[in-house]
């Protein structure tokens, strides 16, 4: 279970990564907003955040490393989800003051913790599922939870213009992988979560290792399929309006 876990997690690393890559590529031509924040959330996530916190875990690593890898790690998770959060605000609800509140909450919250580490790895080794890492996936449930949500809700609105022929298929469908890929992360997390709560190590469990595996491979297909899609792929959704 441990080895598909670790095939799952380089598979979400790269496609992630490639994903956000194309996605910076595309802002640098369009300017748009929308495409700039997902691009450097997956980027800083996917590319910097999982592999320099994976690489905190090895045992050869010296304990002053590993901390600077921990910061590391958890200063890119705390922008590239503010990126994230950034995203669902502006293209959700540009003009709603509660998600303005929301989402700086988030991104405060997020930085907090990334400011609080290096005093807490002072202190000591911490707790792989103590409070902190609690905090984070609460965290990252309520970023990726959010998402899922706008994107269900604007999904739904997109499936009724399309079926009268009032939206592109293809916009219908990357939205509806989106909020797939969220889902996917939400399932994640909440699964660590629960079982670290529980007082088991959601890292060796098998049961969070399945779920942690599945959800990962689920999130990197929705994420390739929505933006980088095979032309048979994007054929097949222009040949059914209501994907």
Known sequence: MTALAGV?????????????????WLARRTRGLPELYIGLGLVLICGVAYPVGLSSQIETVPDGSRSVLMFVSMSA??????YIVAFVRNVFRPDEAWARLLAGFLYASFIGLAVMLPFLLMRGPMDPIGGYFVARQALM???????????????????????????DPEVVNRVGLWCVSGVASVLSSVTTLSVGISGLNP?????????????????????????????????????????
């Not at 799952?8 to 910076?24: C, E, H, K, Q, S």
């Not at 491979?217 to 309006?241: C, D, T």
């Open 77 to 82: 998770l705390a922008v590239g989800s503010g």
């Open 8 to 24: 799952a997690t380089l598979v979400f690393i790269l496609a992630g990564t490639a994903v956000g890559i194309r996605l910076l």
């Open 141 to 167: 449930v309520a970023v990726f939870g959010w998402s899922a949500i706008e994107s269900a809700l604007y999904w739904r609105k997109l499936l009724r213009r399309a079926a009268v022929g009032l939206a």
């Open 203 to 243: 890292f060796q469990h098998p049961v969070a290792l399945l779920v942690v595996a599945l959800s990962g491979l689920v999130s990197s297909s929705s994420l390739v399929l929505a933006f980088l899609p095979p032309e048979r792929y994007r054929a097949w959704v222009r040949s059914r309006p209501t994907a």
